[in-house]
């Protein structure tokens, strides 16, 4: 994988999107020589136009990366890969035609973008039905072999086994475990050099997966492993990389301590993040305001009540805030004050409110929340007293998610369907000390394209 500001991808994902901007290009200069030919005009050398053609690539590209384009799913399934680019291509087109009408100098013609989207949903997937297939095989993924059999090493296991892993074990070194569970594990014993033993396996990761560390590190063999240009990662560190997760099965306070992250040179991204906060919620304020009042307008006329309700959600340092939604639920749907999950077809949602939940309108005068500093675009979802006060004692390290300001939208919202259990609560934990320890505004700037795929392919909207 390659580390990108505190954030990895995968190497066959970088590949492919550098050969995807080399397709774009292509489609973009076809479009314009196939036009100009149709009109009989004289095509001028390709560096009159390499900003227009430059212009092209980055905002389809970005429409792709922002609809999912890149995701397991689209890398494992040409069906799935082809809606994707579809979409991903016509939004880019659609924001082009927005720009190209604000910048007329920019502009490709509308007839040259036609014909540029339609080579470049061919282009894109033929080169996925040409390549797809060496992007996922064994060639790009990662050779590790495991150090433990027991139960961690089983998890290792059956991650490398889901599509579109990233790395496949080559093997299993058994180090005395009296719960071993693989089978086909190799005794330490049975092993002279265990360097070498990885060096001849083409191995180019060892990751310690032992159940039991205390006096049972192998120093002297990691040493060696380690000399020969082998890469040695424990069990919580490679698992974060992996599956873009802190993982609380796996993790102790003394790893969360000493490994990256939770940088104080953060200082500076939070100034230009708090700035683009405050950009982004006025203009994002101005531009729905009438989408707003129309939500407004039908949620008062679906149900008796409100259309507005406000709830205190716990914030920055588990400060309390009031957050402000466009009413989705009947005005009866909890008891007393008693707080209550979510369910999925909650019978508690009206009409109305299901369709603004769907295509996520009954959070837009959260920009409101944004505007005044209590919450940002981008962080862990807030929640409220009753349930962070039952979660923290039921969850490790839970109370260190709200040492970065909540947000509307964030890395738990976007890989994480709507939970309404503990264990849900849990996996977005992870995710979101995920956020918490690698922000970067790298990061945000991810998590808030991706925000344009959940709300056009909604998962788990409640």
């Known amino acids: 994988m390659i ?27 076809l479009g314009w020589t196939l036009r100009a030919h149709q009109i009989g005009m004289a095509v001028e050398p ?8 430059a212009v092209f690539v980055a905002a389809v590209e970005t429409a792709m990366i922002a609809v999912g384009v890149y995701g397991a799913e689209s890398l494992q399934s040409i069906r799935y890969a082809v809606v994707r680019l579809g979409a991903g291509v016509a939004i880019g087109v659609l924001a082009l035609s927005a720009v190209f009408f604000i910048l007329p100098d920019l502009s490709l013609w509308r007839s040259n973008l036609l014909y540029a989207m339609g080579l470049a949903i061919v282009g894109l997937t033929f080169l996925r039905i040409l390549i797809g297939k060496a992007l996922g095989g064994q060639a790009f993924k990662r050779r590790i072999v495991v150090l433990g059999a027991g139960p961690r090493a089983a998890r290792l296991k059956a991650l490398a086994a889901r599509p579109g892993a990233g790395f496949a074990v080559v093997g299993y070194v058994s180090m005395s475990e009296g719960n071993r569970v693989i089978p086909e594990a190799i005794a330490r014993d049975a092993i002279y050099n265990l360097a070498d033993h990885v060096v001849l396996l083409s191995a180019s990761e060892v990751v310690l997966a032992l159940e039991e560390r205390r006096n049972a590190l192998p120093l002297k063999d990691l040493l060696r492993i380690k000399t020969t240009g082998v890469h040695v990662n424990e069990i919580s560190t490679f698992l974060e990389r992996e599956t873009g997760r802190v993982d609380l099965d796996s993790v102790n306070p003394s790893w969360l301590i000493f490994s990256d992250g939770f940088s104080s040179s953060r200082m500076l991204s939070s100034v230009f993040k708090r700035l683009f906060d405050i950009a982004a919620s006025l203009i994002l304020l101005a531009l729905t305001l009438p989408v707003i009042a129309l939500a ?54 009206t009409r109305i409110g299901r369709f603004i939940r769907k295509v996520r309108i009954d959070e837009l005068p959260q920009c409101w929340t944004v505007l005044k500093g209590e919450m940002s675009f981008v962080g862990p979802r807030p929640e409220r007293p009753q349930f962070v006060d039952d979660l923290e004692a039921k969850l490790p390290y839970y109370a260190e998610r709200h040492m970065v300001k909540p947000g509307i939208t964030g890395w738990a919202q976007i890989n994480y369907p709507y939970g309404a259990s503990i264990e849900d609560a849990r996996q977005k934990l992870e995710y979101d000390l995920y956020y918490a320890k690698n922000y970067s505004p790298f990061l945000d700037l991810l998590i808030l394209l991706q925000t344009v795929r959940v709300v056009l392919f909604p998962e788990g909207a409640r």
């Open 3 to 29: 580390r990108l500001f505190k954030h990895y991808v995968p190497n066959a994902v970088l590949l492919l999107g550098l050969f995807d901007l080399v397709v774009l290009a292509l489609a973009g200069e």
């Open 46 to 53: 390709i560096h009159t136009r390499m900003v227009q053609l």
């Open 296 to 349: 407004a307008i039908a949620v008062k006329l679906d149900s008796k009540g409100p259309a507005f309700y406000r709830q205190i959600r716990v914030g920055l340092y588990g400060t309390p805030f009031q957050v402000i939604k466009l009413r989705s639920m009947r005005t009866d749907a909890e008891v007393q004050g008693q707080a209550v999950w979510a369910e999925k077809d909650d019978p508690r949602v």
